[in-house]
């Protein structure tokens, strides 16, 4: 089966984003079919929406470099570690020091979300960016309801050059958080949600309707694509 | 074919409300018949979604005390002008003043809508509860684009024991202003928008599944029915 | 994880109605969390949409003060039990006096339900009135097929400020109660049925569409913001 | 072009019920062909959906025989006119003797319709009906809203070996009509109403999903089919 | 919980049809609270949408006269057996004597389904059809895909009254049978299909915009309905 | 303008079709800019969906060598007249000569519709056919409403190579004759009918999930599409 | 139970390609009775969608001449082994010699498939061709993210008689091969995807509003169907 | 009426893109309203969607400054000519110089159309950029049908820091050249197309269902959105 494979070796360099694997269709022979062609040929590999089963599967059978991020549902295989090789520009996981005389941002990107149910959205958004080289900020739990928790962050996250929005449900974070901040807004709908908001598709639908411009918006629960997104408009793939 | 038409007279004293016509699939010749028992009864009739056209047919057949209100479509026939048998509680068209040392709403309803497309559903609102005995103040465009104009507002707006928000778009005005204020929201989604917006669809799903609870949603373009409802919450239902 | 949850301790304050969980998109390690801040901060909380499993993990992990209510799936944390603060108007829970010579409501809230498969919505709506500091009087099995279970009830009904209707399939309990009584009625559709009526859609744009006016729609079993929304309309949040 | 049509001569033989034409995609040209050969067979033919331009049209082509019905928009070829044949059983056009110790229905299928704008697809389906050789009794205006109106008619309406119902916007006139009467209901949804209940959908799916069996459905606007489908039930075709 | 249930005793008397359960969305506990009531009263009861282990669950509780019907999901609870007070026409479950010199239908309905991936809906039929007191004969697998085989029982068919006509996928047996019968055709969709036929959408709207009237169509899946509609249509509820 | 335009010259030597202009959103000042380059070249030109008035705005401008053929909205510019480079296989326009004793097609294409309503689409397609060289064969008002129409036809259509089906409402048509023929069919969905089957939508979805193998489905009221593939399905693009 | 199955035993007979069981919706009993009858007449069949539980528990009931393939989920039937009886056209397992100085396929059929996630739909294609006595020739991973796979291909698949290009997502293969093509193209889109991709329902989508003409859509998943059509086309069923 | 608008002057500062007028649902006295408030200030105001009528009865009342660009219904008031202040990057109308040696992109942004259909949706886009400070390049008629046309300008087009892609009908052009391109790429569907085509959506959810990241979606037709994203990822806005 191995030969129903035609990795796209070149991609990063045509596009700036190397090839990602979306393992959530694909059998474990297929993921480690490919797998090891990489490991073959040296090369690192990531992959998404990968069960915590198919994950332990692959485990079992090339054991050596891989790394399973339960969180994010996204599997790494490579010798060096995953964001390794990142500039530092802070650390994104200490506080936001928000009483600073000036705002300066740790990293170049915020990644916004409304509720800790979208949590895994976010986590698979910050995995793949440590994949393709850049850090994040997270700040979860700020949705509209309590509009107060936006305000507040309001000076903090206009100095992020780029801001990743997730939100399920109605979606009215991507159209306040647009209408407060200069930069760019990728609007990532999330699958949270019931009755109406089942599947993701009123915050969807909320995005691209906003009344607010400047907001560029991916598919439902598309955290890979709002990563490759985000660094291909900050120009820094490596 | 006016037997055809067996009016509810008795409605307003058993739910509260009395029947008012939807003129929309309605031919001239039966809103005619319609209008011509109430009269015969001396009985006031309230008519929406009255085209030009329509109204000024009516007119010709039954000039008397027929009255046409152009923005919001309304046809009203009485003896007694509409809206004058109101409690007075202060000038609902003058200027809200935001600098008064306490606020105090001159109306029990305010009408907050996101834009000025959403004027006509506004406007029929505002003659429906006329009709019903309650009057209303207007604030328009304070849609969450430029969010400053709600915040400047939400004091003012708290001080109301009810709220009609009308949106179209992604309606997300419903949420923010839902977060904001303790007394119940109506929302009225409106039909303005385009793409997946069109129709008015998304602002509807946007009220529907919000993060904030306290929001009483009605049918796309539905201002009498958010009218009908508010007069039923207030009791005040004469 | 924890610093992922940013509570909305002041919602209450400035809404009128606290901050409520939905359990259904997060984790148990998510929901103790959040449970553990309430706790040291002795802040009640109340959660909705907890499946037994989840409740049993919950109650391994923060055993104390810890209430699971398997009809609704509601989770209630706090020291005092939930709805012992509650004004008392009569036991909710006896015969309602049908032979009365005058009606009096036992409560300022009836719950009509269309069936018994409606019940989980139905007790949801009871808890969340119970923690939101409110009674409920519950009349289920009414649908429209027996119509006479509907109008023995009619006089009954119309002496509530208050009705709560819950239904699913064609939902056409909403119309014929809301023309049968003087009161607001909020609608609460069901995800019941199967063919055109699976997830409740039919039922929730029946009561949209509704030839009545004076119905308050929420989301598809919703049966927390219908509690809310109806705290709100009654002014009666504490 | 006339040689596109290939008319099913047999089919009132074959099904109980002729062929009827479906004028709405048809061309002025077209629908004269097709006329032109029943009148040389001495073939009578009823057409439906024809707009006045339409028939305008064909009455200035072929104009003996040719009778338009506006309210109806149909469309009658033949020498006897409509309905002449028909077996009397009363006049279905005067006021019904609600007061009469015994209830004898006047004809053998009751029409209900909801509202008055329900009326086109009332008269087509009277038309229809005349066509196949089948009287019938019209009770407009009878929605839920004032469900009085329904009630004092059941006994009535519980009469009929058959009942037509004609609703738009929520269609609960479907189930609460069945839920009252012996007999089978044949439910018509009609394009009424706006919003949510645009295009008749909501009518169509509460029909379909009614808590009430004994429920034949049509599609949207389908006067005709219900009339050939009552025809067929009563086993009258002849 | 048993206060929950309102069993509506009446209703055959008043609409030819008794109350049916309809299990799916019932809890066993609640499914045995109305079965107890019944047995109380000596009233028989029947259940659709039954589960084996809801089944199971219950034959453990109340063990007298309950009876499962595996291939239909029915369960029947009674004294006397399911379908012991029939009239006998004839041994439905023979092989049809197509050889005879005049057709005589054995039963008064036929019922007609494109596969075998048909028949639990088929046998709903046949189960409820028992319960109501009227036999029927089954044609399975005679989809136009093999036109032969309608064609070939075409007069058979014809002779029967009614036919209920079971099919899923795109639904064309629904219009070839229709077009080649006398009698009305009861269109029941099924919810068999993939891809865009996936859950019976498909063949619900072929039914409906059927070129060929005199079908009288129900919800998907919903063979209770159309044994109810049947029994009604042939007004031989007992 | 004319810049806008980037003519795929060698579309038929890659493709075996060659480009053909959809007229439907596109200026008059677009379609003129578009054959002028065509006339300029000495390339024939094809534009579908033309309506009246652009088709005389054309004429107007470049009023050589410029066909409108009405019934099938197109438009072919080109020296030689359409169709006349075709192979001769016999007259398509005669009647077929069904007493023959060996049925042999006039023409290698037969195509099937429903109705008179589908003829504007038959058009379509015949007009396209003779622009790519192949002649075809009409067969109309065959729909399965009158199934002795079709079965009449079986033998004959048999014969042919290829069949082109063109339905409209429930689009039953397609299977039955899928079922009929050993040839490969293609399904052209119509945009006729009302109610669900409004825009063609049932009648495309019972094409593709039709029980009968065989069907080559293309877009709704997709006459040209249809037309192409079957040239490229017969190998005869010359 | 066997009495409910009427098997098509003249399908290939008259429609070229014979009856194919889709296993998805029936039980095993079902199966089981219907490859017995096959298996008494010496009749070959052939299974689609059969689940691995449900081929273990047919091989137990009937071991003889059954063959499950895993991949494509396809159950064989029959003395002769599958595709034994094939004309041989070269070894369609071997790596395509791309270096020919003339490109000559090795079969008659190219399946492009654009991921790993489409095999299983890849390999019903190619089972069920062998079934009906055609090789064919598999192309996968060559989606349009891509290009050059799909552009260094190109020379090779133009020698192809008949494409079945097999995608999910969004579909850019069906357009993108066909514009590349002499052949004609069938598209099968495949339910690979999540957000707005769920379903399959874009990638179908895709295909019927395809710019370029010459494609032949069948349903998603359709393998079978793909097949059948195929071999329709090429004429070739023997 | 002008008291119903409240221009949010600031919101250049706040956001980087100033308040544009959407005049699709507002009528000519509310559009001039907007106006005369602009032109006091002596604020540039830009309008989109505006009907030629609407332009003209708005000249008539506001007749200084007032510039119609009917290619792409936009309006701009402002003393200095549209696009005059910008920085001179080259003449954006000239062709492109595809033979020079290396190659320079003559702006920054290059717009990619389909087809001459989606030419008005590339003028909106066009317009709003010069009115917010940016030149662009258009590149139209470069569907994948003719995918010659697209790999020839590869090169070209991979110099550009941003591409605006618009497309109708199934939208692969955005897949193929977002997979061309190392910068991000703007998806503007467009509501080109008929059949499932219609309206955009499939061409929006070919967008969103990409199998190539790096794309930013719009809503349909929203050439306004596309522009003020592409300025603000520039972070060119002045």
């Not at 079992?60 to 390794?84: C, D, K, M, N, R």
């Not at 903090?156 to 930069?183: H, Q, T």
């Not at 949600?193 to 560029?216: K, M, R, T, W």
């Amino acid at each position: 089966m191995s030969d129903d494979v035609r990795f796209d070796w070149q991609r990063k360099t045509r596009t700036g984003v190397p090839e990602v694997v979306l393992a959530q269709n694909k059998t474990v022979e297929q993921l480690v079919g490919i797998a090891q062609q990489c490991i073959e040929r040296k090369h690192r590999v990531f992959m998404t929406r990968v069960s915590p089963d198919k994950a332990a599967a692959m485990a079992g059978l090339i054991p050596q470099h891989i790394q399973f991020h339960a969180e994010s549902g996204t599997v790494y295989i490579g010798e060096i570690p995953i964001g390794v090789d990142l500039i530092d520009v802070g650390d994104p996981n200490s506080e936001p020091d928000t009483d600073a005389v000036s705002v300066v941002p740790r990293t170049r990107i915020a990644i916004v979300a409304a509720g800790t149910s979208d949590v895994p959205v976010v986590a698979e958004i910050e995995q793949t960016l440590l994949y393709l080289g850049e850090r994040s900020t997270r700040y979860v739990d700020v949705g509209v309801a309590g509009l107060w928790r936006l305000c507040d962050l309001a000076d903090e996250l206009s100095s992020y050059p780029l801001l990743i929005a997730v939100a399920g449900m109605e979606g009215a974070l991507f159209s306040v958080l647009a209408g407060l901040v200069p930069s760019p807004v990728i609007a990532v709908p999330v699958s949270v949600g019931y009755g109406v908001g089942e599947g993701g598709h009123v915050a969807l639908n909320s995005a691209l309707s906003s009344c607010v411009p400047g907001i560029a918006v991916v598919n439902i629960d598309n955290g890979f694509g709002a990563a490759a997104l985000a660094v291909k408009m900050l120009g820094s793939a490596r």
